[in-house]
């Protein structure tokens, strides 16, 4: 088990910034490709960004390119999401997602084995 804790989520305005963290309690997180998924009411959860073991590639839905950052301290075991000029269609439950046996991020819910409670980000026009 891997439990997964976001945090930093809240109300911002059109074009404001968030972090987002998602901390794990497990002395192995290096071992675990990681990926950031939102949820907006009444829509399925789909990808936002994902991160590979070592950090050293990203990768990001066509929407959030340019304005989102995903990257990860194995220090601190700790995965962020940086979000910037934050728009309302940006509003959604995000959620921190782990898997050990993948080798990239993958964009599908099911890749991924361990997911957290879920934060929620809301903009406001």
């Known amino acids: 088990q891997v439990p997964l804790v976001e945090s930093g989520g809240g109300l911002v305005q059109s074009g404001g910034s968030l972090r987002l963290s998602c901390e794990a309690s497990?002395?192995?997180?290096?071992?675990?490709?990681m990926g950031w998924f939102r949820q907006a009411p009444g829509k399925a959860r789909v990808f936002v960004a994902g991160i590979t073991r070592s950090g050293a590639s990203t990768s990001y839905v066509d929407s959030v390119k340019g304005r989102f950052t995903i990257s990860r301290d194995s220090a601190n075991n700790t995965v962020y999401l940086q979000m910037n000029s934050l728009k309302p269609e940006d509003t959604a439950v995000y959620y921190c997602?782990?898997?050990?046996?993948?080798?990239?991020?993958?964009?599908?819910?099911?890749?991924?084995?361990?997911w957290g409670q879920g934060t929620q980000v809301t903009v406001s026009s």
């Open positions: 997602a782990a898997d050990r046996h993948l080798i990239i991020p993958a964009s599908l819910v099911r890749a991924y084995e361990y």
């Open positions: 497990e002395r192995t997180f290096s071992s675990y490709v």
